[in-house]
């Protein structure tokens, strides 16, 4: 069983997402692993520890033509290497830390005419077959095919028995790649500007624990104060725009003169809808379904897709879009130079009047349950929580967990990094717990109690 890994470094490491798919290859009995990452020369040595678990090649795919490709560029070049290859499975994780769009696996495997599974959680081999869970259902991959995977395992330490091997840099003299779809050339999205975002602060106010759970009571019917932040709105249009479900249409409507709203198509219907009638842009929500369908979109039609976005604004007739970018800490505005622009919009995916959400700080998860019954709301958990093994990962709120949709978020024990608070910022009211006051989730919230998780757990046996 010959299986590549994708991998994209991030800050010298690989992420959670690359990780499992890497450690899902190394447990397939028999696998033979290669690891593929296009990426710049100095990530060479971390790719070269690779082999020391038991990876049997790790191919570098590096030339300056590449430099500041965009996901369809790098689907592409990704392509061109597989192209002369043989593998029977080609595993991705989930999304890169930096770009986090999840786009070039299922890009990848557009460019292939291969199946592609998001999703991943395990896989088996069968008969030719690749049997698959994934978060919400069994389904079967004819091979070859790309698997995406989910965090499901922690990747493996090396033996120390195990021996370095080598790395293979291969350039455009091997890949050979068509120069004008590689790089800035072939890549028809634009970040135009990135900046630091203080989006999503409020003023604190602190309470006593005592006053927590009145609180909560309370603002789940309090009057809604805050309206969600856009992009400044320069009255301009677009002609016609298209929009997959309610909530896309909503935040698409004010930049199009005529917005349609359009039913989950397939691939190909929706392709040949497009040739047809030439839409601006096309919008999808950030769910399974846009994310699938609008990166394989983007491999057939070869056009820009932004992934992601959470504001659109259009200014001398070019639609900018904009979302979190380098894991969540600033804003990038992107344009897209090819029609259609295609994006995938965030909507909001873990929705409830009341969310009760724990971090590392909190040390029995059951508190957390069981507030969450007293007050009739769900469980969420920062990543602190998920990665010590208190909540699984579907609770995750965040960047790379889910963005929560709430009347009342109730976060206890949670330290408020960016890259939770960038998921937190359309809750109505933010309340926060936690014993250190200087903490930064308390920038972020609405009312704050400076206590210990063990004092609210006293309030619950009272
Ligand atoms: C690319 C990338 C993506 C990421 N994606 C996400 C994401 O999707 N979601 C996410 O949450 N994070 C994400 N992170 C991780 C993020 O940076 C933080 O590391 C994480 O949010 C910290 O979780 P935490 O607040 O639970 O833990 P910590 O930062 O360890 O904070 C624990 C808090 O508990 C408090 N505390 C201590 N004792 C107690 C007590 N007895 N009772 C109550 N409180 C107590 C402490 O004062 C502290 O503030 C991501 C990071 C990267 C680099």
């Not at 909530?247 to 040949?272: M, P």
């Amino acid at each position: 069983m010959k299986i590549a890994v994708c991998v994209k470094p991030f800050e010298g490491e690989l992420t959670p997402f690359d990780a499992s798919a890497l450690e899902e290859a190394l447990c397939v009995t028999g696998s033979e692993v290669t690891v593929v990452s296009m990426c710049p020369p100095s990530c060479s040595d971390m790719l070269r520890r690779l082999t020391r678990l038991g990876v049997k090649r790790v191919c570098l795919i590096s030339d300056p033509l590449y430099a500041g490709s965009d996901t369809l560029a790098t689907a592409y070049i990704l392509s061109k290497f597989f192209e002369k290859e043989n593998f029977d499975a080609i595993f991705c994780g989930r999304q890169s830390s930096d770009g986090d769009t999840g786009q070039t696996g299922i890009g990848l495997a557009a460019n292939l005419g291969y199946e592609c599974v998001t999703g991943v959680m395990s896989v088996v081999f069968s008969d030719g077959a690749a049997l698959v869970s994934t978060r919400t259902e069994e389904t079967e991959a004819r091979l070859p095919a790309v698997l995406t995977f989910e965090r499901t395992k922690e990747l493996r330490l090396p033996s120390i028995f195990s021996r370095l091997g080598e790395t293979e840099t291969l350039d455009n003299t091997v890949i050979r790649a068509d120069a004008s779809r590689c790089g800035l050339k072939g890549s028809p999205t634009r970040v135009v500007r990135s900046f630091e975002r203080d989006a999503g602060r409020r003023k604190c106010k602190f309470i006593t624990p005592d006053k927590l759970l009145p609180l909560i009571e309370r603002l789940k019917t309090a009057p809604r104060k805050r309206v969600e932040e856009q992009a400044p709105d320069s009255g301009e249009k677009l002609g016609l725009v298209w929009a997959v479900g309610d909530e896309v249409y909503n935040k698409a409507k004010h930049i199009a003169e005529k917005c349609e709203k359009l039913k989950k198509y397939d691939v190909l219907t929706l392709e040949r809808m497009i040739r047809a009638s030439d839409p601006d842009a096309v919008f999808f929500g950030s769910d399974t379904y846009g994310k699938v369908t609008s990166s394989t979109l983007q491999s057939r039609l070869r056009t820009g897709l932004c992934a992601d976005v959470t504001s659109l604004s259009v200014e001398d007739g070019t639609l900018y879009m904009f979302r979190p970018a380098r894991g969540g800490k600033v804003y990038a505005e992107i344009k897209c130079v090819t029609r259609p622009a295609l994006a995938t919009v965030r909507v909001s995916e873990s929705r409830s009047d009341v969310i009760i959400s724990g971090g590392r700080g909190v040390r029995d998860f059951d508190l957390i349950e069981r507030l969450a019954e007293r007050v009739n709301g769900t469980v969420g958990a920062s990543r602190g929580a998920v990665d010590r093994g208190s909540a699984p990962y579907e609770r995750q709120i965040g960047l790379t967990g889910k963005k929560a949709s709430a009347v009342v978020y109730v976060a206890i024990g949670i330290s408020g990094a960016v890259q939770h608070t960038c998921a937190i910022e359309d809750c109505e009211f933010v309340v926060a717990v936690n014993p250190d006051k200087s903490a930064r989730i308390f920038d972020y919230a609405d009312y704050g109690v400076v206590a210990a998780s063990e004092d609210i757990e006293k309030l619950l046996s009272q």
